[in-house]
């Protein structure tokens, strides 16, 4: 018995419970009643198989009879066919013969140019004729194969014009072209096929290995980070440790010196205290012995009461300017700057340990400098200056690519990283690898600069300016006239005048050129360090005078 009959044409299965519409139709219950369901809100109720529509909802009963047929049919371990083996999806290719509900075709003939199922596919099996056909994997671009002016199959590839074609057509526009048959076309291109994926595989071979090596690289990376970070709080902890110590142990010893001084002072201000009220209680006998009229018992008791005892103590308590324990916290002062100075010269050297990690496998080759402004403009880079580094007499605006001095204040925030004296600004973006930007200007003069981020903001000290520190670069640029600075060194530089200025940074290489723009490029000054830090772009400008970073 064919097992179509009882299934649902909604989930392609035997039918559960099932229940039978007004229309005759049947379905299992809980699938009519998901799609009527969906059709709630338009207030009509159809089926799904006929499209016939009821109104109200027709009320759902279990088909008694027809689920007791399909409970035997299970018994017999008949069972609906799936989906996916049966009707034709989505994505699938559809057999042109079937009516009504399609099935999944199987086959796809290039010469009847239509697509089977299995069932209608047996054709080509069975009769002679048919058997001469080139069956393929099914396919829904089968018109393609046909060639639209001869309405021919295309079963010839023309090498001249790179294309298939039919058989009238070798005889037509392609006449006299270098043509083969599209199968040894096919196999030939199969060829280089090949020979191209066994390029892309080992390619991919040596990209996995490469990838296998990078991952061991970051492994080795992370591991070494987290032993000298854990080592460094050791060593720390220890230091903390010893500095703590030493700092209980001064602490000991200048209170068990205060506990003895103190002891000793407190010994003779006693002693002191007592003669006093010795010499007190005396004073008052001879007061007494003063006002003695009778004279023979004045000059009885005064041998006895006149007489002074010696002072247990010097004159006077000669109270020096001491310093107490003065020289201790002096000492202890001292200690703490040799040990800042320590700290200082040799955190520079674990900074530069740090940043000079090198995480490549291997060193790459140094590109070449590029030579005309087309090759600097492929490292071109987008610069914006940071409004919080901007000094207050600076207006920035064009998305804070472009500076103005202004007489009058801006009403900026306070921020410890903008610059309190000098018309700087330093741009957002931090820049390394190889950077290409360029600064159009008017006016007096404009120091084109880079700097690292820790250059500093506040006075009007050497180290805030661009050029007279250690940790910026700039080249000042007058309407006549050029002067790179560093470290407060001046050096004159000859070029022509120009209104632009070209920088190109390459960072890792420690190269830094400016240039003048204009019909042509011209090299200005050219330097070679080694950059340990990030380096941000930066201007000073004149007063009244405009710089922007060309977008």
């Not at 199959?153 to 001249?160: L, N, P």
């Not at 995480?359 to 409004?387: A, G, H, N, Q």
């Not at 000094?391 to 410890?416: A, C, D, F, I, W």
Request: aromatic share 8%; proline share 4%.
């Amino acid at each position: 018995m064919n097992s179509e009959k009882f299934s649902c044409s909604i989930c392609l299965d035997l039918l559960k419970d099932p229940v039978t519409i007004p229309c005759g139709h049947s379905y299992c219950m809980n699938c009519i009643k998901t799609h009527w369901d969906e059709e709630d809100q338009k207030g009509i109720h159809s089926c799904p198989q006929c499209r016939k529509t009821f109104t109200p909802r027709p009320v759902l009963e279990k088909n008694i009879l027809l689920a007791e047929l399909v409970e035997e049919l299970k018994k017999t371990g008949l069972q609906a066919a799936p989906a996916d083996h049966c009707y034709v999806g989505p994505e699938d290719v559809a057999c042109d013969v079937c009516t009504g509900r399609k099935l999944k075709a199987i086959k796809s003939c290039l010469v009847c140019l239509v697509s089977y199922c299995d069932k209608h596919l047996q054709h080509h099996y069975d009769i002679v004729q048919l058997k001469k056909h080139k069956l393929v994997e099914p396919s829904k671009n089968l018109q393609q194969l046909i060639c639209s002016r001869h309405d021919e199959v295309m079963k010839i590839f023309c090498r001249t014009d790179q294309q298939s074609i039919c058989y009238l057509c070798l005889m037509d526009e392609h006449k006299g072209h270098e043509t083969v048959p599209a199968a040894a076309e096919k196999a030939e291109k199969q060829k280089k096929l090949e020979v191209s994926r066994q390029e892309i595989q080992q390619r991919i071979q040596d990209g996995e290995k490469d990838v296998k090596l990078l991952q061991q690289e970051v492994e080795a990376i992370n591991g070494s980070a987290d032993k000298a970070v854990e080592d460094s709080e050791k060593i720390f902890t220890e230091l903390i440790r010893l500095i703590q110590k030493r700092s209980s142990d001064v602490k000991q010893q200048i209170r068990s010196q205060q506990e003895t001084e103190v002891s000793r002072v407190k010994e003779v201000q006693e002693k002191l205290e007592q003669e006093i009220m010795e010499l007190k209680r005396k004073d008052g006998e001879l007061e007494q012995l003063s006002h003695t009229e009778d004279h023979n018992q004045f000059l009885h008791n005064y041998p006895s009461l006149s007489a002074l005892s010696e002072s247990t103590h010097s004159s006077s308590i000669n109270i020096r300017p001491l310093r107490y324990f003065e020289d201790v916290t002096a000492a202890v002062s001292e200690t703490r700057d040799k040990l800042q100075d320590i700290l200082t010269e040799k955190w520079t050297n674990v900074s530069l340990a740090a940043t000079e990690v090198d995480v490549l496998l291997s060193e790459p080759e140094p590109e070449p400098e590029p030579k005309s402004r087309d090759d600097f403009l492929k490292y071109s880079t987008e610069i914006t200056l940071d409004p919080n580094t901007a000094n207050t007499h600076l207006l920035l605006s064009e998305g804070n690519r472009k500076v103005t001095t202004m007489n009058q204040k801006q009403s900026y925030s306070s921020h410890p990283d903008r610059f309190t004296f000098w018309h700087q600004a330093l741009s957002r973006e931090s820049l390394t690898g190889r950077c290409y930007w360029e600064v159009e200007w008017r006016g007096k003069f404009v120091y084109v600069a880079v700097a690292y981020k820790n250059i500093s903001r506040a006075g009007y000290s050497d180290e805030c300016v661009f050029g007279w520190n250690n940790k910026s670069w700039s080249l000042r640029c007058e309407t006549d006239s050029y002067t790179f600075w560093h470290n407060k060194v001046p050096t004159p530089v000859s070029g022509p005048p120009s209104s632009r200025i070209g920088v190109y940074l390459d960072h890792r290489a420690g190269i830094l050129s400016f240039y003048s723009v204009s019909e042509t490029m011209t090299l200005l000054h050219r330097v070679q360090t080694t950059f340990t830090q990030p380096l941000y772009a930066g201007l000073w400008i004149g007063l009244k005078n405009t710089a922007e970073f060309i977008k």
